[in-house]
């Protein structure tokens, strides 16, 4: 069974809390009371850990709210992790890597690494100054199971998701849908065969007008291309149990 013992919620956009079979939280790019898609009930989750793809007002808003909450580690690429110290952000809850790098987060039994993704990564002050954080990135967590996860984050196709599967196996993968500013449903399609995924939960559609996306197209591309991939179509505030 793929990811035994593990739970996965969507909370609207691009933003999930992850349970670990050992019960721990993990809560993926925080967009939480800005995000017209999140349930009001999520607003306060303390999670364990927070893992940050990139730093676009839609992965990050509310980061700051939570790690006032949040005592665990924030994992992300350097610049970005650095950015959160500068801003009040504890620094031995920081957890700044890049890709290729793979770190252990012992108190939650997980291991996460940092792959590559096609994308930018800003943040932009009220007074429109744009801040560099780094690339953005995709993550693979491995449970204690030994099943990983990937987590793609905002991206484009791209080929080398070819060797994310081949080095890290993930049998579930989190890929974004929308189009315009991310994958379309049939590159997303492409990137389940790439990485030999065996379960792809769609996300980052839907939210604003422009995220034309869908699961059922998603499905369409699949079916089309005989992919043999289980679509896991959840609405907001939904939860899967594998």
Request: aromatic content about 10%.
């Amino acid at each position: 069974m793929a990811l035994e013992g593990v739970k996965i919620k969507w909370l609207g956009h691009s933003t999930f809390a992850i349970t670990t079979p050992e019960g721990k939280t993990l809560l993926v790019d925080p967009w939480l009371r800005s995000n017209p898609k999140c349930p009001a009930e999520a607003y306060e989750l303390t999670p364990d850990a927070v893992l940050i793809t990139h730093g676009h007002f839609d992965h990050i808003g509310d980061v700051f709210e939570v790690a006032e909450r949040c005592q665990g580690p924030f994992v992300g690429i350097f610049e970005l992790t650095s950015w959160l110290g500068s801003r009040g952000v504890a620094a031995e809850q920081l957890v700044g890597m890049n890709k290729g790098g793979t770190v252990e987060l012992e108190d939650l039994d997980v291991r996460v690494s940092m792959t590559d993704a096609r994308h930018s990564s800003s943040f932009q002050e009220a007074d429109g100054t744009s801040i560099y954080l780094g690339e953005a990135a995709g993550f693979v967590v491995e449970f204690s199971t030994g099943e990983s996860l990937y987590i793609a984050g905002d991206t484009a196709l791209f080929g080398d998701m070819a060797w994310i599967a081949e080095i890290y196996g993930p049998t579930v993968g989190i890929l974004p849908i929308g189009d315009r500013f991310t994958m379309d449903p049939l590159q997303a399609a492409m990137a389940a065969d790439l990485l030999e995924l065996d379960v792809v939960i769609p996300c980052h559609f839907g939210t604003a007008p422009g995220l034309t996306g869908t699961p059922a197209q998603l499905i369409e591309y699949l079916e089309s291309y005989e992919i043999e991939v289980d679509v896991v179509a959840l609405e907001p505030g939904q939860e899967h149990s594998f």
